[in-house]
């Protein structure tokens, strides 16, 4: 029944590695998104994707690469993890065009670099 | 630009008390639309209200109510009679027409409420 899924919910590791966080809707939506919660809680974009297409970019590094291999899914790739990297991520889907509609979130994932 | 502010960090009421959270908005454009979300300590974000730039209309619903007012750009949002269970982090959204959907999101509001 869950609306928005992305798995894990908790990911810790040490600097330079590389984590996957996945994400998953059932809302048939054809808009996904990365968002990024910072240790002040602040909220803020980082990726959109429409029906598979990067639409939105908004200057993050390139050691993260979202992919969507369809538009039920998007996932998020980050390479060499940095300390300044641990917050907590969140996936979103919602309708375009429609911009009227809200757009649901995935639970979290808190990623912790050490 | 668009931006979003919630000049009020940190609130702490006991309960049974009212409590208006505030809420302003810059954009030039003239579609837009706000949303209030609520981030309880579990963490998740739950979606609570939507309101469109053309609908001034005031909206309650249970014990939360939404004043907007395009004259001085402001969502703001009201509890009333406050439990502890409303404690948790409120966040103030703007979502401008054709900009991809994305939500620009206030610095949220920490609403400790108390026994």
């Known amino acids: 029944d869950t609306a928005v899924s992305q798995t894990p919910k908790y990911l810790v590791t040490q600097m330079g590695n590389d984590k996957s966080i996945k994400c998953e809707q059932n809302l048939g939506h054809d808009t996904m998104y990365w968002y990024k919660q910072d240790s002040k809680k602040f909220l803020k974009i980082m990726f959109s994707?429409?029906?598979?297409?990067?639409?939105i970019n908004e200057t993050v590094p390139n050691r993260f690469s979202p992919k969507s291999p369809d538009k039920a899914h998007l996932n998020l790739h980050i390479n060499s993890l940095e300390l300044g990297d641990s917050a907590v991520y969140f996936c979103?889907?919602?309708?375009?065009?429609?911009?009227?509609?809200?757009?649901?979130f995935g639970q979290g994932t808190r990623l912790t670099v050490v | 630009a668009q931006k979003v502010t919630q000049a009020q960090t940190e609130i702490s009421v006991v309960e049974k008390e009212d409590v208006t959270l505030d809420c302003v908005y810059e954009t030039r454009d003239t579609t837009y639309y706000l949303f209030w979300y609520k981030q309880p300590p579990s963490g998740e974000l739950v979606f609570l209200i939507r309101r469109n730039s053309f609908d001034e209309q005031n909206e309650i619903s249970g014990r939360y109510s939404w004043n907007f007012q395009k004259s001085t750009s402001s969502f703001n949002f009201t509890i009333t009679a406050s439990q502890v269970v409303d404690s948790a982090v409120y966040f103030c959204?703007?979502?401008?027409?054709?900009?991809?959907?994305?939500?620009?999101f206030g610095q949220g509001t920490e609403l400790s409420v108390k026994p």
């Open positions: 979103a889907s919602s309708q375009a065009g429609t911009v009227n509609t809200e757009a649901f």
């Open positions: 959204a703007l979502r401008v027409y054709n900009q991809g959907g994305k939500l620009i």
């Open positions: 994707y429409n029906n598979k297409e990067l639409i």
